[in-house]
């Protein structure tokens, strides 16, 4: 009998469907508008982010810190010394750590408002399906009435129908969160 995994995955669709295929475009061309209307500087700041953040970026650095030191040591015969206490090595490196972190500063800071603006789009389509789903809640329980079938007296039913209140929701969460902090 041959070695065969526990599950199989699950078939792939032959096409998607039109809505889905529609929300990916939508996406798609959402994040190339927000890409197009970035400032010059955020382009800037985005390029230098992931340049800084890449494998090229340390393959640099390790040469011309590594160049550095080894000249400033005496190791490279012919070349003299230029910095040999390593202070402008230093200056230099500090310099560059303030104008790298900004940078990052900057490209996270427009990384939070896109996630920001994915989390309210989240809510809103979150708190539409809840009340969709209240609806038709209802709705299955007036065919149930009508029907003659005692669905009503189901408590997660009653539950069901009773539409949800978001400001309800973050004031209990800030409560319990409240009431968390004072006890630690």
Same mark, same amino acid.
């Given at each position: 009998?041959?070695?065969?995994?526990?599950?199989?995955?699950?078939?792939?669709?032959?096409?998607?469907?039109?809505?889905?295929?529609?929300?990916?475009?939508?996406?798609?061309?959402?994040?190339?508008?927000?890409?197009?209307?970035?400032?010059?500087?955020?382009?800037?700041?985005?390029?230098?982010?992931?340049?800084?953040?890449?494998?090229?970026?340390?393959?640099?650095?390790?040469?011309?810190?590594?160049?550095?030191?080894?000249?400033?040591?005496?190791?490279?015969?012919?070349?003299?010394?230029?910095?040999?206490?390593?202070?402008?090595?230093?200056?230099? $490196?500090?310099? &560059?750590?303030?104008? !790298?972190?900004?940078? /990052?500063?900057?490209?996270?800071? +427009?990384?939070?408002?896109? #996630? %920001?603006?994915?989390?309210?789009?989240?809510?809103?389509?979150?708190?539409? $399906?809840?009340? &969709?789903?209240?609806? !038709?809640?209802?709705? /299955?329980?007036?065919?149930?009435? +009508?029907?003659?079938?005692? #669905? %009503?007296?189901?408590?997660?039913?009653?539950?069901?129908?009773?539409?949800? $209140?978001?400001?309800?929701?973050?004031?209990?969460?800030?409560?319990?969160?409240?009431?968390?902090?004072?006890?630690?």
């Amino acid at each position: 009998m041959p070695d065969s995994p526990p599950t199989v995955a699950p078939p792939r669709p032959d096409s998607l469907s039109h809505s889905l295929k529609r929300n990916i475009q939508a996406l798609e061309d959402r994040r190339r508008q927000e890409a197009a209307s970035a400032t010059r500087e955020e382009k800037i700041a985005e390029a230098i982010t992931s340049f800084t953040g890449s494998m090229r970026f340390v393959y640099l650095h390790l040469a011309l810190y590594g160049a550095w030191i080894l000249v400033n040591l005496g190791v490279i015969p012919g070349v003299p010394r230029f910095d040999p206490s390593f202070v402008v090595l230093a200056m230099v $490196a500090s310099v &560059e750590a303030i104008f !790298l972190s900004t940078f /990052v500063l900057i490209s996270q800071n +427009r990384m939070a408002a896109a #996630a %920001d603006k994915r989390a309210d789009l989240d809510l809103q389509i979150s708190l539409l $399906a809840e009340h &969709e789903l209240t609806t !038709l809640t209802e709705l /299955v329980s007036a065919i149930a009435a +009508r029907l003659d079938i005692k #669905a %009503d007296a189901n408590p997660d039913i009653q539950e069901a129908k009773k539409d949800i $209140a978001p400001e309800a929701v973050l004031d209990e969460i800030e409560a319990r969160q409240g009431k968390r902090e004072q006890s630690t």
